[in-house]
Nanobody, 123 residues
């Protein structure tokens, strides 16, 4: 069974930093893309950043220059380093991964989500 387990998050003051981690485990053949989404109260879930198997990254404009996404392929882990956090970064952050798995003798690509972790920026 494939699962994504997140860690990190919490309460931080404005301009503070936090790091999120997400590890994929299970019968994974390969990882195509891993990323982070967030959902603030009353808002839709939005993509924050993602990174593909080639290492190319993509960021939402509001976090460019402040957040950095990285991955450790050997550990099937993706990180989100968040610096200069602002009030508007407060949200539940979700790890997402597009994985190629082997099931029933066949390969297929499936999308998985982590359990979510709260990030609160408050003075």
């Amino acid at each position: 069974q494939v699962q994504l387990v997140q860690s990190g998050g919490g309460l931080v003051q404005p301009e503070g930093s936090l790091r999120l981690s997400c590890t994929a485990s299970g019968s994974i053949f390969s990882i195509r893309t891993m990323g982070w989404y967030r959902q603030a109260p009353g808002k839709q879930r939005e993509l924050v950043a993602d990174i593909n198997s080639g290492g190319s990254t993509n960021y939402i404009d509001s976090v460019k220059g402040r957040f950095t996404i990285s991955r450790d392929g050997a550990k099937n882990t993706v990180y989100l380093q968040m610096n200069s956090l602002q009030f508007e970064d407060t949200a539940v952050y979700y790890c997402n991964a597009l994985l190629e798995i082997l099931s029933g003798g066949l390969f297929s690509s499936r999308n998985y989500w982590g359990q979510g972790t709260q990030v609160t920026v408050s003075s």
